[in-house]
């Protein structure tokens, strides 16, 4: 039967943990960081809210919109554009040249909000990553053990 484990506030061992592997848990400053062992396994947890794993998923979803719809009137723009400098006489005094130039312009900034969109999650989970990281306790409990089967 899997249960969730017990949380102690003081940075101790709880005793769940300890009964099948050891862990620690440190509350810091900048949040809690939960270190469970199960015989050889060792992996750092940080909690994150739901309401941030919610904003990571739209997120996502909007920079792929944005990133793709940049790209179809990007690449579009540019081949018709091409096409119009090789096929019209004068493309200078061409519309659908300018057209194109516009359409180009446009898809390269809806392209660049997805990016910078993108660049703004990752450091959102990378600043998650490094709280973590700087709460992590820096020696060992003592008297852990970890068994191998």
């Known amino acids: 039967m899997a249960t ?13 943990s300890a009964a099948v592997g050891t862990g620690a848990e440190t509350v810091g400053q900048t949040g809690a960081t939960i270190h469970p062992e199960y015989y050889s396994l060792s992996e750092g947890v940080v909690p ?19 990133l793709v719809v940049g790209e179809f009137f990007a690449a579009g723009a540019f081949w018709v554009g091409v096409e119009r400098i090789f096929m019209a006489e004068n493309f200078l005094k061409d519309t659908l040249f300018w057209v194109c130039v516009v359409g180009f312009i446009a898809g390269l900034i809806i392209a660049v909000f997805g990016l910078r969109q993108l660049s703004r999650r990752k450091t959102r989970i ?24």
């Open 4 to 16: 969730s484990p017990k949380r102690s506030g003081s940075g101790g061992v709880s005793a769940q």
């Open 48 to 66: 994150v809210s739901i309401d941030t794993l919610r904003d990571f998923k739209s997120g996502s979803i909007e920079e792929f919109l944005q």
């Open 126 to 149: 990378d600043s998650i990553i490094n709280r973590a990281i700087r709460v992590e306790p820096k020696k060992q409990l003592e008297g852990k053990t970890s068994g191998t089967r």
